[in-house]
């Protein structure tokens, strides 16, 4: 694995749906073992964002480093082995409602690797267990809450030992303890596993609980307005907006000296 | 409970005096500010409007209604207004609907497309549906191969639970409805053909049609109801719940996992589904032949067989081959473009039975031309 340089890269970015503009010149490194938030105001793009990154829509221009490499200037083939690496939890969970969730989480075992039915089972169970749902492999997605959909999101995510674990909006619709649960999760997969976390969120807790770094897009400029520690974009940002964000909209109109 | 009356008098030196009272409440035939903005239109033009609510009893949202459309046009026309004469809660209602200013183009205007556009436009529309469709007939094709090759990503419990729910648990309905259409052809056939003394090749037409055209036809037009409507559904919502995404970011294609099976099944299913709907026609064709004819049994069957030949069999069987595969290009088509809303999830299953019957319908024509052209 390269050390050193910069886990993810993002240059010149620009992203539209059709002729609408979303997001323009978004440029950010993510380093390796680092919690980055992706935050910003309601519809600024931050999940299309997510979904670039992860490969699942291309930018209108600019493209984003994996480890140095291009992912959108590769081919089919060499896109899906970047994927192989990455983990993501959905919004809504996104379970396969057709499987079980020892199945959810097999799935991506059986695709890749050459383990038997019964240690996919194993591996199954002891990921639904680090979430804190042990004993649930044979429930369906539909018999169990929101929360529990989250967890075994994040264990399916889980399944293959990513490098990078994308998360878009973890703690939306989790009550506060399961929130913050959700987060220590976050934290403790990066310490033990030096797991690169990208997150897309706007909830202020989380971010700076978790939060190393982070870029912030605005809907109005369409662009990136600060990227860098949330709390010292809190505290020292020269960008109003920023600090008037991450204060609740209570921000003096000086930031406060270095 | 008194009635809400409204009131706009001079009250000198430019001001107008607007005087509220009764009750002020939604539902209870309120008068409406329009007093007040006929008074602001007119000259002599008032320098500002002050209220009276000294006899004004309950009131909500409809009088809040009342006092944001004098608020508006008296700005629209350059008049202050003074508001110290309301209600505390009724002052602040208004200020917060005034505080944060209307975005602009946030509203829209109903506009009128003319005629030619709105026909340019629909052609354009089944332009691209029609591009779409070849599209996805192609990625089916690729996916196909890599089934074969054995390089997909599929589950084979997938494969059988597709083939049970468009096998087995389409039978009742089919077993309904061919007898029914069976015995249907028969009623005619007897009518007309008793009437030349030619009553026994009742057998030969109701056997004919429904092993010809009318099985795969009918369990073509019943499966898009059913299955092309669920196989729609079905994707249509994974999309909606971000499971399609999902497993594209696993790298598994979603061709793969979630179209291909399906479209086995129902090639598998859809010709053993049309012989079983034909023997079910030929049945009730015979019932109704038995009771209403002179023949008997052994007649009739014999009569059957006769009429029957290879080549209507495996031409029938061809055909509901390629109705299956109609059907199911359908509803995969629809579910894998659905948008990400209930109501296109609703649209896709719509559209699946729709095109899947006009599929079956256009093609059966151009089948049939075929047929007779190489004699079958």
Known sequence: ?258 | MSAAAITANDAGAGTVQVALSGDWLLGHGLPGPDPVLDRLRKAPKPSSVAFDTGSLGDWDTGLVTALVAIHRSAEANGVQVDDAGLPEGARRLVALAFAVKEREGARRTDERTPFLQRIGESTLDAWNAGKELLAFVGEMILSARRFFTGKATYLRSDILLHIEEAGADALPIVTLISFLIGMIFAFVGVMQLNMFGAGIFTANLVALAMVREMSAIMTGIIMAGRTGAAYAAQIGTMKVNEEVDALSTLGINPMDFLVTPRVIALILMMPLLSLYSSLMGILGGMLVGLIMLDVSLQQYVQQTISAVGLNSLFGGLFKSLVYGILVALAGCQQGIACGSSAMAVGQATTQAVVRGIVLIVVSASVLTVIYINLGI
């Open chain 1, 1 to 258: 694995m390269p050390e050193g340089g910069p886990h993810i890269v993002a240059k010149d970015l620009t992203m539209a749906y059709g002729d609408f503009l979303i997001q323009q010149n978004l440029n950010f490194e993510i380093r390796r073992g680092e919690v980055f938030i992706i935050m910003g105001g309601s519809g600024c793009g931050k999940s299309t964002l997510l979904k670039i990154m992860i490969g699942l829509k291309s930018p209108k221009t600019g493209d984003v480093f994996y480890d140095g490499k291009a992912f959108w200037a590769s081919s089919k083939q060499e896109q899906v082995a970047v994927k192989r690496k990455f983990g993501t939890l959905f919004q809504s969970g996104a379970l396969w409602s057709g499987m079980t969730l020892a199945e959810n989480i097999g799935l991506a075992l059986k695709q890749y690797t050459d383990l038997d039915d019964a240690e996919i089972r194993e591996v199954a169970a002891y990921k639904l267990a680090l979430v804190g749902l042990a004993g649930f492999e044979d429930f369906y997605p539909s018999e169990i809450s929101g929360g529990m959909k989250k967890r075994a999101g994040l264990a399916r995510g889980m399944a293959m030992d990513p490098d990078i674990l994308f998360f878009d909006e973890p703690s939306a619709g989790l009550d506060p303890i399961s929130a913050k649960l959700l987060d220590d999760l976050i934290l403790e997969l990066r310490d033990s596993l030096g797991t690169t976390v990208v997150v897309v969120t706007h909830e202020l807790e989380s971010i700076f609980a978790i939060g190393d770094n982070s870029v912030f897009l605005d809907p109005v400029t369409k662009t990136q307005l600060a990227t860098g520690n949330p709390k010292e974009l809190r505290d020292h940002s020269p960008n109003f907006d920023v600090r008037n964000f991450l204060m609740r909209g209570t921000a003096p109109q000086e930031a406060s000296a270095a």
